[in-house]
């Protein structure tokens, strides 16, 4: 399988749907991180979709956010078509997103997700109280990964709409 990994784009969006309804099933919308999209900033630039020939087959978006009033991303959703999966994929998807994350001015990437997933990038838990989201979790699925040296010092607060361009 031949695959590409490329910014995301609105071209892609139709296909996308699909995927994701393929790999999450009903009730994705249900999800938590949904809230937070809802709000949040799609960055296209920052987000990246897996192509396969001409077939959008995966993705792994990233939203701009705020926790408290420190500029932060959100990665998700994370998916691979149900044919495409296990293949290294999605981790090359996370792989490609958090190095464009990596070159932003923010200071952490959140997740609501697997551990098993995430850890291997460096994504840890978040400390019990230290951020909010729109709704429960399980504690040990919501996790975050600093950018740059420090980016987790002191933060701390709610997850909300980004405050200005970031
Ligand atoms: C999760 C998903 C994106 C993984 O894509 P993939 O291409 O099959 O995954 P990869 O082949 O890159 O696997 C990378 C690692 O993640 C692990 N992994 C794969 N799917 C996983 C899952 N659902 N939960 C936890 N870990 C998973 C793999 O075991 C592998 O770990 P390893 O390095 O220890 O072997 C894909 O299975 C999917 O779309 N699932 C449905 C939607 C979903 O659950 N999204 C994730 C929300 S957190």
């Given at each position: 399988?031949?695959?590409?990994?490329?910014p995301?784009?609105?071209?892609y969006?139709?296909?996308?749907?699909?995927?994701?309804?393929?790999?999450?099933?009903?009730?994705?919308?249900?999800?938590?991180?949904?809230?937070?999209?809802?709000?949040?900033?799609?960055?296209?630039?920052?987000s990246?979709?897996?192509?396969?020939?001409?077939?959008?087959?995966?993705?792994?978006?990233?939203?701009?956010?705020?926790?408290?009033?420190t500029?932060?991303?959100?990665?998700?959703?994370?998916?691979?078509?149900?044919?495409?999966?296990?293949?290294?994929?999605?981790?090359?998807?996370?792989?490609?997103?958090?190095?464009?994350?990596?070159?932003?001015?923010?200071?952490?990437?959140?997740?609501?997700?697997?551990?098993?997933?995430?850890?291997?990038?460096?994504?840890?838990?978040?400390?019990?109280?230290?951020?909010?989201?729109?709704?429960?979790?399980?504690?040990?699925r919501?996790?975050?990964?600093?950018?740059?040296?420090?980016?987790?010092?002191?933060?701390?607060?709610?997850?909300?709409?980004?405050?200005?361009?970031?």
């Open positions: 399988m031949t695959i590409a990994i490329v995301d784009d609105a071209a969006d139709a296909a996308l749907e699909a995927v994701l309804t393929d790999a999450f099933g009903p009730g994705r919308f249900a999800k938590v991180s949904e809230r937070v999209r809802e709000f949040g900033l799609l960055d296209r630039t920052l990246r979709v897996a192509l396969q020939g001409a077939a959008p087959v995966g993705c792994c978006r990233i939203y701009r956010i705020a926790v408290g009033a500029p932060a991303l959100f990665l998700g959703p994370l998916a691979v078509a149900p044919h495409a999966q296990g293949e290294r994929l999605g981790a090359a998807l996370v792989e490609a997103a958090l190095a464009a994350c990596d070159a932003t001015a923010t200071h952490a990437v959140l997740v609501v997700g697997q551990p098993r997933m995430f850890a291997p990038f460096g994504f840890v838990e978040i400390p019990a109280g230290r951020v909010t989201l729109p709704g429960p979790v399980e504690a040990r919501f996790q975050w990964r600093a950018i740059g040296e420090g980016g987790l010092d002191g933060l701390a607060g709610a997850v909300s709409a980004p405050r200005a361009a970031s």
